[in-house]
């Protein structure tokens, strides 16, 4: 799994170094079942298939290797008691924004009109933009 543009904290690894045990979760849209792997986790600077993970040019520079140990599915009760694939049923305003969060918890000395502008419709454009 590689580190992919975005939050740019390799800092957020710093658990596996400590105990390496992982438990992944794979989740389609609409489908009510799940995948779940476990294993051993271990971080890489490179690897032969680094260039395989290269996305817009942009070769990660850090991946996450997982040694797989267990393999299974999750039913769908969770999914369909949830209502999570239900549109009809999502409230994405009972939490604050991302712009929000991030001017109260990372950047507040940037105004929530820059970091609403920042984090908009254009974010993911943004992501494998070089940046200084």
């Given at each position: 799994?590689?580190?992919?543009?975005?939050?740019r904290?390799?800092?957020?690894?710093?658990?596996?170094?400590?105990?390496?045990?992982?438990?992944?979760?794979?989740?389609l849209?609409?489908?009510?079942?799940?995948l779940?792997?476990?294993?051993?986790a271990?971080?890489?600077r490179?690897?032969?298939?680094?260039?395989?993970l290269?996305?817009?040019?942009?070769?990660?520079?850090?991946?996450?290797?997982?040694?797989?140990?267990?393999v299974?599915?999750?039913?769908s009760?969770?999914?369909?008691r949830?209502?999570?694939?239900?549109p009809?049923?999502?409230?994405?305003?009972?939490?604050p924004?991302r712009?929000?969060?991030?001017?109260?918890?990372?950047?507040?000395?940037?105004?929530?009109?820059?970091?609403?502008?920042?984090?908009?419709?254009?974010y993911?454009?943004?992501?494998?933009v070089?940046?200084?």
């Open positions: 799994m590689p580190e992919r543009p975005g939050n904290r390799g800092d957020g690894y710093r658990n596996l170094l400590t105990n390496p045990h992982v438990g992944l979760l794979f989740v849209p609409g489908r009510g079942d799940t779940r792997i476990n294993g051993h271990r971080l890489l490179d690897a032969p298939y680094f260039d395989e290269t996305v817009k040019g942009h070769r990660p520079l850090l991946a996450m290797e997982v040694a797989v140990q267990e299974f599915y999750h039913c009760k969770a999914f369909l949830s209502a999570l694939w239900k009809e049923s999502w409230q994405p305003d009972v939490v924004s712009a929000v969060i991030a001017h109260e918890l990372e950047a507040n000395e940037q105004s929530v009109e820059e970091l609403e502008e920042y984090y908009g419709p254009t993911a454009e943004k992501l494998y070089q940046r200084m």
